[in-house]
């Protein structure tokens, strides 16, 4: 594996979607032909008791120093190297109830003529066509999204609590 270091301190990878956890979801799935190349999409939803755990601390599902919202939005890797993330390029605001979600686009090489890359690969501008096409993919991200984080307070009584101390029962 690659080790990187900075001021002779090793960065910890991290990894934003947390697929392997059994807490998170993968929300959809996509894949669209664009000429010669093609574009995968995967939508995440990260679970709601990720925010207590980042308030209390735990860098699992945030990198040191960043919050939740700091991180939602959409990634975009070309080739599997990360081009952009952190924002939803218009198709969303930042919030609290957005906080969970994260989008993930895998473009490969043959798209680099549409993604407008600079030469670095650093940034990009993804056409409007492409970003109006994303709209209803981000839009359901959001309300799964947000079904999510108004279930916080959802409380779950175990099997044996007594029946007149669980409502409507």
């Given at each position: 594996p690659v080790k990187i270091r900075i001021n002779n301190i090793q960065l910890k990878p991290f990894n934003p979607f947390l697929e392997n956890s059994p807490k998170g979801r993968t929300f959809s799935e996509s894949n669209r032909v664009i000429g010669q190349g093609s574009m995968d999409i995967m939508s995440f939803i990260l679970p709601i008791g990720s925010i207590e755990e980042v308030n209390q601390g735990n860098s699992k599902w945030v990198p040191e120093g960043k919050s939740l919202m700091d991180m939602?939005?959409?990634?975009?890797y070309r080739s599997g190297r990360i081009i952009f993330f952190g924002?939803?390029?218009?198709?969303?605001?930042?919030?609290?109830k957005m906080q969970l979600a994260r989008m993930r686009i895998e473009v490969d090489n043959s798209l680099d003529h549409l993604m407008h890359l600079n030469i670095s690969k650093s940034q990009v501008e993804m056409p409007r066509d492409l970003i109006d096409?994303?709209?209803?993919q981000v839009a359901n991200l959001r309300l799964e999204s947000e079904k999510e984080?108004?279930?916080?307070?959802?409380?779950?009584f175990p099997p044996d609590t007594p029946k007149k101390l669980q409502p409507f029962l």
């Open positions: 939602e939005g959409i990634y975009l924002s939803w390029l218009g198709l969303a605001k930042r919030s609290q096409g994303l709209k209803i984080y108004n279930n916080r307070t959802i409380q779950r």
